[in-house]
């Protein structure tokens, strides 16, 4: 193999550069990436920079210096609009194309946007949380003005980690929920409503249940906000800024045409390929999961998977399809709220059984087990790293929902 272009220039596209670049390749390797900047972390976009703890050059994953280091050909601030797989080309938005002996897919996700609100953006107060620019736009906004009343539409990781920046920075906060109980289609409704209940805990008012009906531009000289969102029911609330954060969907449209099948992400077998010399990683790529004796196409959004899997993907192009190992991580997920951090291995489902093995809701630091047709299949921890990290070898050794209960109450 000769050269390999990167398609999606952020973590999992720079971990797969690294990778290759670790593995020996020598060769040439394109990275193609929409945004003009270099790679660079999300997770602090909506903590330490959204909060201003840290400037935004800390978040760099790649400077130039280590890009020309690793003999990095940037294409940056272009977009891939096409993939030619048995030509093994990407059709670009400039009318180029780049050609390669392998390609890796790590085009990631975007937010999804609500229906009806096309027409506004940051300069109305809507905004969304992805890229940096979203994160610096988002914290102009929220301290331009005195005490700024915020509504966060979404009460899910992202959502939930804005609204406690948000009040940290001072921010009269609102978050509006249409599930009942926040993250319970993850964590299950008893360690969901424990995590909702830190909003309150920390002054931000949370509205579960609600239907969103639209959101529209604020009255001028009413007094009212900038926008107001409308839920179904006939409430109004007025905001100078709304933070949309309903979830993202896998960035695969520019792959529409290419006949790889696009099923909630670029579907991949277990060593991450798409097609011979076509692998992909990341917030894109729904892979197939053997662990534990059984299989189960996933696509996993978290910051850990995408960086293991833009490695994983470089190593299995270089190795072969025939030859290369499966990739079968034990995901890992953090998210920072309120002062505490909230830890998860494994993949829970919100309809698995659950038993805190260790501390209590009352406490704030507990271990709940998660299980499924007698099998452990996550640990989520607050303030317990180390006893979350004592399960991993449980999880990786498919252990049985008892065992890990005894292993947890020990
Ligand atoms: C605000 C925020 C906070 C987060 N916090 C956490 C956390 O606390 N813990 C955790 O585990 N995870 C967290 N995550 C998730 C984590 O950051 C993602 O899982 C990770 O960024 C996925 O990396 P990726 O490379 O697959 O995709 P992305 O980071 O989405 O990168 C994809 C890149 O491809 C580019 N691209 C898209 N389409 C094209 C195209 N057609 N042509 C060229 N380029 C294209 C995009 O512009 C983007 O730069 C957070 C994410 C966000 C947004």
Not at 2 to 9: F, K
Not at 264 to 269: E, F, H, I, P
């Amino acid at each position: 193999m000769d050269s390999v272009i990167v398609v999606g220039a952020s973590l999992a596209g720079w971990r797969a550069t690294e990778a290759l670049r670790a593995e020996g390749f020598q060769g040439k390797i394109s990275l193609v990436g929409e945004e003009l900047h270099l790679p660079y972390d999300r997770p602090p976009l909506s903590k330490q920079v959204l909060a201003g703890t840290w400037p935004p050059e800390k978040a760099v994953l790649a400077d130039k210096k280590r890009s020309s280091e690793l003999r990095i050909h940037e294409v940056l601030g272009r977009r891939a609009t096409g993939l030619n797989v048995a030509g093994r080309a990407v059709a670009l938005d400039d009318g180029s194309t780049l050609t390669a002996d392998g390609i890796v897919l790590a085009t990631g996700a975007a937010p999804r946007r609500l229906p009806g609100t096309e027409s506004l953006g940051p300069t109305d107060g809507l905004h969304v949380l992805r890229t940096i620019d979203d994160s610096l736009s988002l914290r102009a906004a929220l301290t331009s003005r005195e005490r700024p009343r915020v509504v966060v539409v979404g009460a899910g990781f992202i959502g939930s980690e804005v609204a406690s920046t948000c009040a940290g920075l001072g921010c009269e906060v609102t978050v509006l929920e249409v599930m009942d109980v926040p993250l319970s289609n993850v964590l299950g409704p008893v360690v969901g409503a424990h995590c909702a209940s830190l909003h309150g805990t920390n002054g931000v008012s949370l509205r579960t249940g609600v239907g969103l009906e639209r959101i529209e531009r604020g009255e001028a000289g009413s007094g009212s906000g900038r926008l107001s969102a409308h839920l179904r029911d006939g409430e109004v609330f007025d905001a100078d800024v709304v933070v949309v954060g309903i979830g993202v969907s896998p960035s695969t449209s520019w792959l529409e045409s290419s006949g790889l099948t696009i099923d909630n992400g670029v579907v991949c077998d277990d060593r991450l390929f798409v097609a011979d010399g076509i692998v992909a990683a990341g917030d894109m790529a729904r892979w197939l999961w053997r662990h534990d004796g059984s299989e189960e196409l996933v696509r996993i959004e978290h910051w850990e998977v995408a960086a293991n899997a833009g490695a994983a993907a470089a190593r299995s192009l270089l190795t072969g399809r025939a030859d290369a190992p499966s990739f079968t991580p034990i995901p890992y997920f953090w998210s920072d709220q309120y002062g505490i951090r909230i830890q998860v291995l494994g993949n829970p489902g919100g309809d698995d059984e659950m038993v805190i093995t260790e501390g209590s809701f009352e406490e704030g630091k507990f271990v709940a087990v998660f299980g499924r047709g007698g099998r452990l299949r996550a640990v989520m921890a607050i303030g317990k790293p180390r006893q979350l990290m004592g399960f991993r070898p449980l999880l990786q050794n498919g252990a049985s929902f008892d065992d890990a209960l005894a292993h947890g109450l020990s």
